[in-house]
C-alpha cells in the first residue's frame, strides 16, 4: 500500500499530527493508500511558505511564468496514462476517461499560458486636468484551492493555472476521497523546477483543517468547488477575514426537449450526460421535462443507449463504461431518492438497485424514473448519480416554469429547432450556462459560474481569469 506525504515548500515532507487517513478504491472496496491528516500547524507553514514564494513569484514577467505553465503541461501530456490511472483507482471513472481528464487539464493550463502578455491594466481619462489615473490588475497573493472529487485533476488545474499565471501562489486541498492524484501532480510538476513555496498540498478531512485554511490571514482568496452545504461552511470561515471567494457549487440541471427536437440526438446527449462519470458531474442532467407528444419516442431511444452501458470497475475491464459512485452513502442516498420517488407515483422503468453481477464496490444500476412530479426529492434534490427522472408537459412557457423551478441555477439544456423557443429560454432561463442541441460540457475559453445557491464568481476563460486579480487604482496629478 502506498504511504503518501504532504507537499510544503517544495518538499514531501510529513504532517505535524503523524496521523493518517484511507483512502479506498470505490470500484473494489480495497484500501490503497494512507496521506497524512494535517494540522493547523501544517496548514500555517504552508501558507507562511506560499507567501514568501508568492512576494518574488509577482515579480517575475508573466511571460515567464507562462513557460512554467507550458511545462507543467507536457509533463501532464507525458505521464497521462500514469496519473489517470491514479484518477480512476482512487475514484472510479473508466481508464480513457480519466486519461482525458488529464490532458484535458493540461489543455487548461496551457490556455492559461496563453493569457500571460494580455493580463493588462487600464489608463482612465480624467475629469481633472493634469492627472492620470492607472487602474492596477495584481495578483491577490496566496489563493488556496479547495477541491471535490468528481474531477479532482481537471479542477485542480482549473484553479491553479489562473491563480499561477496571474502571479499568485497556491495551497491546495483535495477531496480527502481523491488526495492521491493532487499529490502525485505535484510530483510530476515538481520537476518543471517551479520555486518553492510557490504551490502547495496539505491533506486532510475538510471538517477538520478547511476552518485552518480559510481562517489563515494569510490566505487572500478561497477558491472552492464543491456542495452547498460546504460552500456555505466556507462563505461563513472566510467572512471572520473577509477573504474574498470564489464558490462553484451543486446543481440540478434540466433538460428541456421540445415537440420539434431531434429525438435521437436529445437522447444521446442526455444519456451521456447522465452517465459520464456516472452522473457526478455538475452539470450533468438531473431532470427532463419532455413535451408530450414526443415523450413515448424519446423514452424509447433513452431506455435502449443506457441498456448499452457497461457498468464495473474501470481499471480493470477496458469494456466498461461507466464505473462506482464515489462511496457507499453515495449509493445509499441515491437508492434512497429512487425509493422515495416510486413510492411518491413516479414508475420505476430501467435500474433502480445495485448490479447483481459485481459483488463489491459502490456500484448503481442506470436508472430511469418516468411519471414524475416537480415536487418529489429526486426532480429538487442534487441527485449526483445515474438516474434520470423524466417529466412531461404542454407547452414552451410551462418547461420553462418548471426549469425555473429550483433553487439551483447552474446549467441547463435546451433540444428544440425552433428559433423563437431557443431564444426564448436563452434569454430567460435561470442558469449561468445553457446548451442548446448539445449535450453539457463547459469550454476552458467560456465561463463557468453558477447563479442562485449554485455559486458565486466563476471559472474558465478571461473572465474567470479575473477572478484572481486586484483591481486598484492610482491617481496621478502632475504640474
Ligand atoms: P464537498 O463535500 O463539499 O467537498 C468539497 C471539498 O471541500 C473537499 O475537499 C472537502 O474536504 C472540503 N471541505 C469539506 N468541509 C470543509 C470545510 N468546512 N471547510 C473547507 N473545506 C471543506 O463536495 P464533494 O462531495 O467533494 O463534491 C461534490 C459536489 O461538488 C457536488 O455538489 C457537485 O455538484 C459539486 N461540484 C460543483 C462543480 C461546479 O463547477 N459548480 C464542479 C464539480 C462538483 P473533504 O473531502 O476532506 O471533506
Known amino acids: 500500500m502506498r504511504k503518501y506525504k504532504i507537499f510544503i515548500d517544495g518538499e514531501f515532507v510529513e504532517s505535524s499530527s503523524g496521523e493518517y487517513f484511507e483512502v479506498v478504491n470505490p470500484a473494489t472496496d480495497e484500501v490503497i493508500s494512507l496521506v497524512p491528516q494535517c494540522t493547523e500547524e501544517d496548514v500555517a507553514r504552508a501558507v507562511e511558505s506560499c507567501r514568501r514564494a508568492q512576494k518574488e513569484w509577482k515579480r517575475i514577467p508573466a511571460s515567464k511564468r507562462a513557460e512554467y505553465l507550458k511545462k507543467i503541461a ?65 495578483p491577490l497573493g496566496v489563493v488556496a484551492c479547495i477541491i471535490p472529487w468528481n474531477s479532482p485533476v481537471s479542477i485542480l488545474a482549473r484553479k ?80 471572520q477575514n473577509i477573504t474574498k471567494i470564489s464558490l462553484e457549487l451543486g446543481g440540478k440541471a434540466p433538460a428541456i426537449v421540445m415537440e420539434d427536437a431531434d429525438i435521437d440526438l436529445a437522447a444521446k446527449c442526455i444519456v451521456g450526460s447522465k452517465v459520464t462519470n456516472a452522473g457526478q458531474v455538475c452539470n450533468c442532467v438531473e431532470r427532463v421535462y419532455v413535451h408530450e407528444k414526443v415523450a413515448d419516442e424519446f423514452l424509447a431511444r433513452v431506455l435502449e443507449l443506457m441498456k448499452k452501458v457497461t457498468v464495473g470497475d474501470g481499471l480493470a475491464d477496458p469494456t466498461v463504461t461507466m464505473g462506482p459512485l ?80 429550483s433553487e439551483y441555477g447552474l446549467t441547463a439544456s435546451l433540444y428544440t429547432n425552433d428559433l423563437n423557443v431557443a431564444f426564448k429560454v436563452a434569454n430567460s432561463i435561470e442558469t449561468g450556462e445553457l446548451y442548446i442541441n448539445r449535450q453539457q460540457g463547459e469550454a476552458i475559453n467560456g465561463y463557468h459560474a453558477g447563479w442562485k445557491k449554485s455559486g458565486i464568481g466563476g471559472d474558465d476563460g478571461r473572465h474567470g481569469m479575473e477572478e484572481f486579480l486586484q483591481t486598484r487604482v492610482v491617481y496621478l496629478k502632475y504640474r
Not at 493540461?106 to 492620470?132: F, K, L, M, T
Not at 448503481?364 to 415536487?375: A, D, I, M, S, W
Open 326 to 405: 464515489i462511496n457507499h452513502k453515495a449509493v445509499e442516498f441515491v437508492d434512497e431518492l429512487v425509493k422515495k420517488a416510486i413510492k411518491q407515483g413516479a414508475e420505476l422503468v430501467l435500474g433502480g438497485k445495485k448490479p447483481e453481477h459485481l459483488k463489491r464496490g459502490c456500484f448503481y444500476e442506470p436508472t430511469v424514473l418516468v411519471n414524475c412530479k416537480q415536487n418529489m426529492d429526486v426532480m429538487r434534490k442534487e441527485i449526483f448519480g445515474p438516474v434520470l427522472p423524466i417529466m412531461t408537459f404542454t407547452t414552451s412557457e410551462e418547461a420553462l416554469e418548471l426549469a425555473n423551478d
Open 160 to 239: 491553479i493555472a489562473p491563480a499561477l499565471i496571474t502571479g499568485n501562489g497556491v495551497i491546495i486541498k483535495p477531496s480527502s476521497e481523491t488526495p492521491n492524484s493532487a499529490l502525485e501532480f505535484v510530483r510530476i510538476i515538481q520537476e518543471v523546477g517551479l520555486p518553492n513555496g510557490i504551490v502547495n498540498v496539505v491533506c486532510g478531512r475538510g471538517s477538520e483543517i478547511g476552518k485552518a485554511i480559510c481562517t489563515n490571514p494569510g490566505v487572500n482568496m478561497v477558491t472552492f468547488t464543491g456542495s452547498v452545504e460546504t460552500g456555505v461552511r466556507i462563505m461563513e470561515q472566510c467572512a
Open 74 to 138: 507536457t509533463k501532464l501530456v507525458e505521464n497521462a496514462e500514469k496519473l489517470g490511472a491514479i484518477v480512476t483507482e482512487e475514484q472510479g471513472k473508466p481508464l480513457p476517461q480519466a486519461i482525458n481528464e488529464v490532458k484535458r487539464a493540461a489543455e487548461r493550463i496551457e490556455y492559461h499560458a496563453e493569457w500571460a502578455r494580455r493580463i493588462e491594466g487600464e489608463i482612465v481619462p480624467s475629469d481633472n486636468e493634469n492627472e492620470n489615473i492607472f487602474i492596477y490588475k495584481e
